[in-house]
């Protein structure tokens, strides 16, 4: 019944929130997550970034490329 469409959005909705903020990638935030930026995340995940970089670099200029 009406309740039962009720709590369906609810759920609905609350899922779109869990997802939105702590999953989804935003490009306005680098691609990280809300969350990811709130709790201060955000530089551990640049840095890991920069560092895969580097080495991917490092790789590919010692095979020559």
């Known amino acids: 019944g009406k ?3 009720s ?3 609810q759920l ?3 899922n779109f929130i869990e997802y939105y903020n702590n999953k989804r990638l935003h ?3 680098g691609y990280t997550t ?4 709130l709790s201060g995340k955000e530089r551990l995940i ?3 970034r920069d560092l895969k970089l580097e080495a991917a670099v490092q790789i590919e200029s010692s095979l020559g490329n």
């Open 27 to 29: 490009s306005s935030l």
């Open 3 to 5: 309740d039962d469409v």
């Open 7 to 9: 709590r369906f959005f």
């Open 46 to 48: 640049f840095k890991a």
């Open 34 to 37: 809300p969350l990811s930026k």
């Open 12 to 14: 609905y909705v609350g």
